[in-house]
C-alpha cells in the first residue's frame, strides 16, 4: 500500500495512506523511509488508534511509539490533531503539503476542546495557545488536549492557578518560538502525550530547552519507559499512566512542593 502510494505521488498525486498504527507505521517502517521519505514525496500516512485506543487488544495494538519513530524520519511531518476540529483543519493543510506527512489519529469520539474564541488559524509548525497563564504551561499533544483543558479548569478552581494551555498539534516541526517563549516566562512547563516519554513531545520540547539558556522545567507526562502485559481498557492505562486529569494536577502541585 505504501509503495503504490509513492508510485502515485511520483505520478504527481497527493495520497493519503490510511490504517492502524502499529501496521502502517511499524510493519512498513522500510517503505515509509525508503520509498517516501528518501525521495522526498507528499504521502500523508494517517495513523489510527493513538495511544491506548485499542488497548484491551493488547501491545500488538498499543501505539506508544509512533511520534518517535516517524518524527526522527528525515523530512516527515508529524502532525497530532487533539480534537476533530483541529483533524479537520490537518487533513486542509496536509494536503497542501510538499512532503511526507504522518497524522496521528485516536479512535473515536474524542470531544471537541476548541471554542469560536479559539479557533485561531491552523498552521503546520504554529501551536495554538487555547488559555493564557502565569508560571505553569501545560503543552499537550493528540488525545491528551482534552486532559489538559480538564486539568486547568481543576488547577484553577480548585488551587487558584491558571496554567497556560498550549495545542501542540504538530511535533515535527516543532512551534520552538513558541516553546522558547514559554520558557522566558513560566517556571515549568508539562509536557502531556498518550505516548512514551522518550522521542515523543516531551523529548522534542526538552531538547529545544535544552539548547537555550534558561530555569524553566520541563516534566514529561506520558507512557513510562516499558510494554503493558495486563490488558485493560484506554481508561485503565491512562490511571496507571498517570494519564488523567487528576494526575496531571498532582504533577503540577507536586512540582511546587519540589520548589
Same mark, same amino acid.
Given at each position: 500500500?505504501?509503495? *503504490?502510494? +509513492? ?7 497527493r ?34 488508534? +493513538? ?24 523530512g ?15 487533513? #486542509? ?17 474524542e470531544?471537541v476542546?476548541?471554542?469560536?474564541? *479559539?479557533?485561531?488559524?491552523?498552521q ?16 499537550? %499533544?493528540?488525545?491528551?488536549?482534552? *486532559? ?15 496554567? *497556560?494551555?498550549?495545542?501542540?498539534? %504538530? ?11 514559554? #520558557? ?6 508539562? %509536557?502531556?502525550?498518550?505516548? #512514551? ?6 523529548? +522534542? ?38 494519564? %488523567? ?11 511546587k512542593?519540589?520548589?
Amino acid at each position: 500500500m505504501l509503495g *503504490t502510494a +509513492a508510485g502515485l505521488a511520483r505520478e504527481g498525486m497527493r495520497p493519503f495512506v490510511y490504517s492502524f498504527i502499529p501496521f502502517v507505521i511499524f510493519r512498513a517502517l522500510e517503505q515509509i523511509r525508503i520509498d517516501i521519505c528518501y525521495h522526498d514525496l507528499p504521502v500523508t500516512i494517517v495513523g489510527l488508534g +493513538a495511544g491506548y485506543s485499542y488497548g484491551d487488544m493488547g501491545a500488538t495494538h498499543h501505539a506508544i511509539e509512533d511520534i518517535a519513530v516517524s518524527r526522527s524520519l528525515p523530512g516527515m511531518c508529524v502532525i497530532c490533531p487533539g480534537d476533530p476540529w483541529e483533524v479537520r483543519r490537518a487533513v #486542509s493543510a496536509l494536503s497542501a503539503h510538499n512532503g511526507p506527512a504522518y497524522m496521528r489519529l485516536a479512535k473515536r469520539g474524542e470531544p471537541v476542546v476548541h471554542g469560536p474564541e *479559539t479557533r485561531d488559524d491552523f498552521q503546520i509548525g504554529r501551536a495554538i495557545v487555547l488559555q493564557g497563564g502565569g508560571e505553569i504551561a501545560l503543552v499537550a %499533544t493528540s488525545n491528551m488536549l482534552s *486532559t489538559a483543558v480538564d486539568a486547568a479548569r481543576i488547577l484553577e478552581s480548585a488551587h487558584g492557578i491558571r496554567p *497556560t494551555v498550549v495545542s501542540m498539534h %504538530t511535533v515535527k516541526p516543532l512551534d520552538e518560538l513558541c516553546i522558547k517563549r514559554l #520558557s522566558e516566562t513560566c517556571r515549568a512547563i508539562f %509536557t502531556i502525550e498518550e505516548h #512514551s516519554v522518550l522521542g515523543g513531545l516531551g523529548g +522534542a520540547v526538552s531538547e529545544v530547552v535544552a539548547s537555550i539558556p534558561t530555569r524553566c522545567a520541563v516534566h514529561r507526562i506520558g507512557v513510562p519507559d516499558r510494554f503493558a502485559h495486563v490488558s485493560g481498557s484506554q481508561a485503565f492505562y491512562r490511571e496507571q499512566c498517570g494519564l %488523567t486529569p487528576d494526575s496531571v494536577v498532582r504533577r503540577v502541585l507536586e512540582s511546587k512542593v519540589d520548589e
